[in-house]
């Protein structure tokens, strides 16, 4: 993992706290689409990450598209310092 990309070492540790089973979801929407993601990339590499992300939302698929605006609102809350809240 190249650390120059994150922040703070903080940051770095809290990125990698996807929430499994929207990842895992996420994970299998793409692969329906033929589309392979990497787990590990998702959480060690911001860049990765979101521009997996934003290509999942330009996919005709509105479930797909959900799971990826979940993903992201978690790591815009994980970089803002934001609490989740239940």
């Known amino acids: 993992m190249d650390a120059a990309i994150w922040d703070t070492p903080c940051q770095r540790a809290r990125q990698g706290e996807w929430p499994e089973d929207l990842l895992r979801s996420f994970t299998l929407g793409m692969a329906a689409h033929g589309l392979s ?4 990339m998702m959480r060690d590499d911001r860049r990765y ?4 992300l ?9 479930q797909l598209r959900d799971l990826a605006m979940g993903l992201f609102r978690h790591f815009e809350r994980v970089q803002s310092g934001i609490p989740r809240f239940n």
Request: net charge negative; aromatic share 6%; proline share 0%.
């Open 37 to 40: 993601v990497s787990t590990s």
């Open 49 to 52: 990450a979101l521009e997996t």
């Open 54 to 62: 934003a290509f999942a939302h330009t996919l005709a698929d509105a």
